[in-house]
């Protein structure tokens, strides 16, 4: 497989060392800093460098944009006029409005690794980075079939969890679940100094819960404000509902409401578990078999039916006709009670679906 990383830093370089080691695949790399590219080959996250983005993608198959967010538009833009008409695009940005009209393109499918480290750079690259982690992919209705499950294949192959799910849905849970932390991180450390200084103090040494809640405090300014600008409008609603949520404390405490105050607490430690435990469970693996007409977007409309309710993909395969008006699309899940709900699923979509 001929796979282009545009975008060769931490992402990009373990998606290229992972794609070497693991499928032995030739990954050709783009950065505009020339440095980059020479620890990229350095490091072994590239087998050859491109002059610029349009050599990188020559003859790839499949493209991964991993530029900041600021960037991709017109570098997904950029990929996209010199892909071949076979090649799946895709991107990792953690947020997915700034490549919604990419996915006019069939090639273009949008993703985010949820996977990183608190290093950056090529030179922190790993092949095990996307190990076990959650890989958001986020189809277009004109999505490609044939490129989806190609797509789909490699990521489970890089060690990662593919999950379909609509680019808005993503948005408002990348919101939730990863912007504003660090949002949060950032105003309880300048809560912590501005409190310190007020009162002459010396910085004392940190507790850890201090230092696990504001270890993503200050991340790297030019790639977080890209973020935060991107994805304003849901961060902005999550912020809201944040100092609601604050403000119902405060109003606790100042009541000195101690049921009130054990509630809240006993359920954030249900909320946590909760949150730690999804996508953990194993099980044996069930494959169900689905009929479907040859139209564009209809894979990206099971996957993403399947994605909202939580039904984790393990596996895909295509099987067209002879005289490609329809075909069999494979799909294995983990579970009876996930595949049972699979089953129920695609069969409210319309589609035949079996179990094998």
Same mark, same amino acid.
Not at 122 to 133: I, K, Q, T
Not at 233 to 248: N, P, S, V, Y
Not at 253 to 267: F, K, Y
Not at 282 to 301: C, D, K, Q, Y
């Given at each position: 497989?001929?796979?282009? !990383?545009?975008?060769?830093?931490?992402?990009?370089?373990?998606?290229? #060392?992972?794609? &070497?080691?693991?499928?032995?695949?030739?990954?050709?790399?783009?950065?505009?800093? %020339?440095?980059?590219?020479?620890?990229?080959?350095?490091?072994? /996250?590239?087998?050859?460098?491109?002059?610029?983005?349009?050599?990188?993608?020559?003859?790839?198959?499949?493209?991964?944009?991993? !530029? %900041?967010?600021?960037?991709? +538009?017109?570098?997904?833009?950029?990929?996209?006029?010199?892909?071949?008409?076979?090649?799946?695009?895709?991107?990792?940005?953690?947020?997915?409005?700034?490549?919604?009209?990419?996915?006019?393109?069939?090639?273009?499918?949008?993703?985010?690794?949820?996977?990183?480290?608190?290093?950056?750079?090529?030179?922190?690259? &790993?092949?095990?980075?996307?190990?076990?982690?959650?890989?958001?992919?986020? %189809?277009?209705?004109?999505?490609?079939?044939?490129?989806?499950? @190609?797509?789909? &294949?490699?990521?489970?192959?890089?060690?990662?969890?593919?999950?379909?799910?609509?680019?808005?849905?993503?948005?408002?849970?990348?919101?939730?679940?990863?912007?504003? +932390?660090?949002?949060?991180?950032?105003? #309880?450390?300048?809560?912590?100094?501005?409190?310190?200084?007020?009162?002459?103090?010396?910085?004392?040494?940190?507790?850890?819960?201090? &230092?696990?809640?504001?270890?993503?405090?200050?991340?790297?300014?030019?790639?977080?404000?890209?973020?935060?600008?991107?994805? @304003?409008?849901?961060?902005?609603?999550?912020?809201?509902?944040?100092?609601?949520?604050?403000?119902?404390?405060?109003?606790? #405490?100042?009541?000195?409401?101690?049921?009130?105050?054990?509630?809240?607490?006993?359920?954030?430690?249900?909320?946590?578990?909760?949150?730690?435990?999804?996508?953990?469970?194993?099980?044996?693996?069930?494959?169900?078999?689905?009929?479907?007409?040859?139209?564009?977007?209809?894979?990206?409309?099971?996957?993403?039916?399947?994605?909202?309710?939580?039904?984790?993909?393990?596996?895909?395969? #295509?099987? %067209?006709?002879?005289?490609?008006?329809?075909?069999?699309?494979?799909?294995?899940? @983990?579970?009876?009670?996930?595949?049972?709900?699979?089953?129920?699923?695609?069969?409210?979509?319309?589609?035949?679906?079996?179990? /094998?």
């Amino acid at each position: 497989m001929r796979v282009a !990383v545009v975008g060769v830093g931490l992402i990009g370089g373990s998606i290229g #060392l992972a794609a &070497r080691q693991r499928l032995e695949a030739r990954v050709t790399g783009y950065d505009h800093d %020339p440095g980059v590219l020479a620890q990229a080959a350095e490091k072994g /996250a590239i087998d050859a460098a491109g002059a610029d983005v349009a050599e990188a993608v020559t003859g790839a198959e499949l493209a991964f944009v991993a !530029v %900041p967010v600021g960037a991709l +538009p017109a570098t997904v833009e950029q990929v996209l006029a010199a892909a071949p008409a076979d090649c799946a695009v895709t991107d990792v940005g953690s947020t997915k409005r700034p490549v919604r009209a990419a996915a006019l393109d069939e090639r273009f499918i949008g993703g985010h690794p949820l996977a990183g480290a608190e290093t950056s750079g090529v030179m922190n690259a &790993r092949a095990d980075l996307f190990e076990g982690a959650t890989w958001y992919l986020t %189809p277009g209705e004109r999505a490609s079939g044939v490129l989806y499950e @190609r797509l789909h &294949r490699v990521l489970a192959a890089l060690g990662a969890r593919p999950a379909a799910i609509d680019s808005e849905t993503h948005d408002r849970v990348m919101a939730s679940v990863s912007h504003l +932390p660090h949002v949060i991180a950032n105003v #309880l450390v300048g809560q912590a100094a501005g409190t310190l200084s007020e009162g002459g103090e010396r910085m004392p040494a940190t507790g850890p819960s201090f &230092r696990d809640a504001t270890r993503v405090a200050g991340a790297n300014g030019a790639v977080w404000t890209d973020i935060y600008l991107s994805n @304003r409008d849901a961060l902005a609603a999550e912020i809201e509902e944040t100092i609601r949520r604050l403000g119902a404390v405060r109003q606790a #405490l100042a009541s000195a409401d101690a049921g009130a105050i054990e509630r809240w607490n006993d359920t954030a430690g249900e909320h946590r578990q909760a949150l730690l435990e999804v996508g953990l469970a194993g099980g044996p693996v069930r494959e169900l078999r689905v009929f479907v007409p040859n139209r564009p977007g209809v894979i990206a409309e099971i996957a993403l039916a399947l994605g909202r309710a939580g039904v984790n993909v393990v596996d895909m395969a #295509l099987s %067209p006709a002879d005289d490609f008006s329809r075909g069999v699309v494979a799909l294995w899940v @983990r579970g009876d009670s996930d595949a049972a709900r699979a089953q129920e699923l695609i069969a409210a979509l319309d589609f035949p679906v079996l179990p /094998a």
